[in-house]
């Protein structure tokens, strides 16, 4: 009966998320706009047991020593939190859009940027996607990738969301910590391990972390083609979202700007999204004489 009204609510016109602040308060995202919706569940002991069996069947860690989960289930892909400093579980569902569609029907305008990302792809470059929460990055990603033929795409992410229609793309996982804090398999060793795999892109779900450090020296030795995306509002933003977590891997600012800036081609940013996916800009990167990382808009 749940699983019912769920997939009901899912399949409103329109909705791209769906949170549950505990049991009885529910929300819905609809055309960009918060409405709020009767919750399908009866209790908060029957949304602990809902997102419990979601984890145990994505073989996802959820306990009250690791009270979060990231879990891909086809279109939607599910985040948990159990009770940390409260007592309600928080349960956020976000819809993608249909893996299989094409650049004409995921953009905003189409006739503006279909024609340039289209030619970045085949001229291989190396590409960031950036935006806000549900901009649209991943499925921008994923539609870009899709468009490579004859080539081995390896992609790495936390939660499976890509899910390439290419028959020669590998998808690698990261794994969380077994009871016993062993067994963690993080994105830096997923892209260390993708590079001995052949690939000719690499593909990295998001970037926000140390792997910047081996995916920096991946694309500066090879593998044209590659992407990610990162959080940021703008394009400007993103030469110092790129130096922070450099600072993470133990780079200086001035090692991360100039790898950066012969790793990364082009820098496609992503406004809000109502209709479809709109790109406001497409960036280029360059060095300043004192070695600094700018955007500089080029579409």
Do not use: C
């Amino acid at each position: 009966m749940i699983e019912k009204r769920l997939q009901d609510l899912l399949e409103t016109p329109g909705l791209s998320d769906l949170v549950f602040n505990g049991y009885l308060v529910a929300f819905a995202n609809v055309n960009g706009q918060w409405q709020p919706f009767d919750s399908p569940f009866p209790s908060a002991e029957s949304l602990l047991n809902y997102v419990r069996e979601l984890a145990a069947k994505a073989r996802r860690r959820l306990d009250f020593a690791a009270p979060f989960a990231d879990i891909a289930v086809g279109q939607l892909r599910y985040h948990v939190a159990l009770p940390i400093s409260g007592d309600s579980v928080h349960l956020s569902i976000r819809k993608h859009q249909s893996f299989v569609s094409g650049l004409d029907q995921l953009l905003d305008q189409p006739n503006r940027w279909a024609p340039i990302l289209h030619n970045l792809v085949q001229e291989q470059a190396n590409l960031i996607i950036t935006g806000g929460t549900g901009s649209g990055k991943t499925t921008l990603l994923r539609s870009l990738l899709n468009l490579v033929s004859n080539e081995r795409i390896v992609t790495i992410e936390d939660v499976r969301e890509l899910e390439l229609s290419t028959p020669n793309s590998v998808s690698l996982l990261t794994r969380q910590a077994n009871s016993d804090g062993a067994g963690e398999i993080g994105l830096q060793r997923l892209v260390v391990e993708a590079l001995r795999m052949k690939p000719d892109r690499i593909a990295v779900g998001e970037v926000r972390g140390i792997e910047l450090v081996p995916m920096l020296q991946a694309l500066n030795s090879g593998h044209r083609g590659s992407a990610t995306t990162i959080h940021a509002n703008r394009a400007e933003d993103v030469p110092a979202r790129l130096l922070g977590i450099g600072l993470l891997g133990g780079l200086s600012p001035a090692t991360t700007a100039h790898l950066a800036s012969s790793a990364f081609d082009y820098v496609i940013s992503l406004g809000n999204r109502v209709r479809g996916i709109n790109i406001t800009s497409i960036a280029g990167f360059s060095l300043t004489q004192e070695s600094k990382l700018v955007a500089k808009r080029e579409y």
